[in-house]
């Protein structure tokens, strides 16, 4: 079976499947391409909340002769990609380029694909995919995924800054023309060159639920040739995922030396992450509907702005879901994922505590893949397992981005 997305209606059918009631954001921009005003002011208010959590936070401990370790004045701001300056962008830039020169931590015996610390993390994804995603851990799983490459980066590589994200509706109607991949020096390269081409057919992995979809092409499909990656090597995978991709060998884990390859366009991402999909996000209830949207449903038509985005960028490792962290522009775009689920969890009010407790119970709070096979509710205890890239946690540690060994926020 194969399903096409044009002409579908599907936000309604796709909430019952699952079962879990979702609000649908109001918005007067029917098309989601123009700023609601709603949205701003959402965002402000979460800023305003997250100053107020804070700052209280460090009063009553300092009374208690505390000294906090998340304070106002150590909070760190991620910022949107277009918003750092050329010089900014550039040192971004270099220290991804560095952490592809150093040299991997994984053993050879283990994944002889990783050359580089780049790949570490490349690897960590490739092993857990089919128990990061619909599943109970995705959120805390991927925001300590990001955080420890930003900290490689900073760390290993002397950046000074945060990661940037990529601010999905900003650009939606070009995303190839963005700062992010306007094939700059400063860009993370361009799209890649334009072939003749249907979009992408996602194909379900052995044991995963959901039929051959459809996807609509980008604008690009071949090799990337601008832009400071344009000669990077992606070394691990494929593995799986999309129709007519064999997988490289040792299951992607092998070392299979080729060109990166983009299909950066419009039609995904206006359809999958616009304004409207962003409002409608913030104004969830609790964190399964939040979820549900965020991450649609795996394998039809309404495959949510986590998906959608992927596949925005599509392309070779970028329409791998397995592989998808072996593109730079991986990281910006969960950065705007954890953008989004901390703007929302900070919406719950300053001082409640609900949406940094509750994982949920939907399907997509369970150990396996949207619950298939059935498995118990992921525990706050859980171990997020970062293998050679970095070091393990639990997620109850990662939960708040003011918590733990988190002290950041977004601009
Ligand atoms: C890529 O490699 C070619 C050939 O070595 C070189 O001419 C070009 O400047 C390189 N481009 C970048 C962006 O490093
Ligand atoms: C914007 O996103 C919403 C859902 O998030 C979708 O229903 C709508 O069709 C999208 N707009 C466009 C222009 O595709
Ligand atoms: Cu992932």
Redesign the pocket.
């Known amino acids: 079976m194969k399903v096409t997305i044009f002409g579908s209606a599907l936000l309604a059918a796709v909430s019952s499947v699952n079962g879990i009631a979702v609000n649908i954001a109001r918005d007067t921009n029917t098309d989601g391409l123009t700023i609601p005003p709603e949205l701003p002011d959402l965002i402000e208010e979460a800023k305003a909340n997250i100053i107020e959590k804070v700052s209280e936070t460090e009063a009553k401990l300092r009374k208690r002769g505390i000294f906090p370790s998340c304070t106002l004045s150590k909070l760190k701001f991620r910022r949107e990609y277009g918003s750092l300056s050329i010089a900014e962008r550039q040192a971004y830039v270099n220290a991804v380029l560095c952490l592809q020169s150093k040299p991997a931590r994984t053993p050879a015996s283990v994944a002889p694909g990783a050359k580089s610390r780049f790949d570490d993390f490349v690897v960590t994804h490739i092993q857990q995919t089919l128990n990061i995603h619909y599943s109970g851990n995705f959120q805390p799983w991927h925001r300590w995924f990001i955080y420890q490459y930003e900290k490689a980066l900073r760390d290993e590589c002397g950046y000074n800054g945060y990661l940037p994200y990529w601010d999905w509706p900003k650009y939606a109607t070009s995303p190839e023309t963005s700062p992010l991949f306007d094939g700059s020096?400063t860009s993370l390269?361009g799209n890649g060159e334009y072939i003749t081409h249907a979009g992408p057919v996602i194909v379900p992995p052995p044991g995963v639920g959901g039929g051959n979809i459809q996807l609509p092409a980008g604008t690009g499909g071949g090799f990337v040739t601008?832009?400071?990656?344009?000669?990077m090597s992606v070394n691990l995978g494929p593995v799986g995922g999309l129709e007519d991709t064999a997988p490289g060998p040792l299951g992607g884990l092998g070392y299979n030396p080729r060109r990166l390859k983009r299909d950066l366009g419009a039609a995904m991402n206006m359809r999958y992450a616009n304004y409207t999909t962003v409002l409608s996000m913030l104004s969830q209830p609790n964190v399964d509907a939040f979820r549900h949207v965020s991450e649609g449903v795996p394998y039809t038509p309404e495959i949510g702005p986590h998906g959608g985005i992927h596949y925005t960028l599509g392309g070779d490792p970028g329409g791998d879901l397995f592989t998808s962290p072996g593109d730079p522009a991986f990281y910006a775009h969960h950065s705007q994922m954890d953008r989004v689920w901390t703007l929302w969890q900070a919406l719950g009010g300053p001082f409640a505590t609900q949406r940094y407790t509750d994982l949920g119970s939907g399907p997509y709070a369970h150990q396996s893949w949207a619950n298939e096979p059935p498995s118990p509710l992921t525990q706050m205890s859980e171990v997020l397992d970062m293998g050679y890239a970095a070091p393990s946690t639990t997620i109850s540690e990662v939960m708040s981005t003011t918590g733990g060994e988190f002290c950041y926020f977004y601009l």
């Open positions: 020096p390269s601008t832009g400071p990656f344009a000669n």
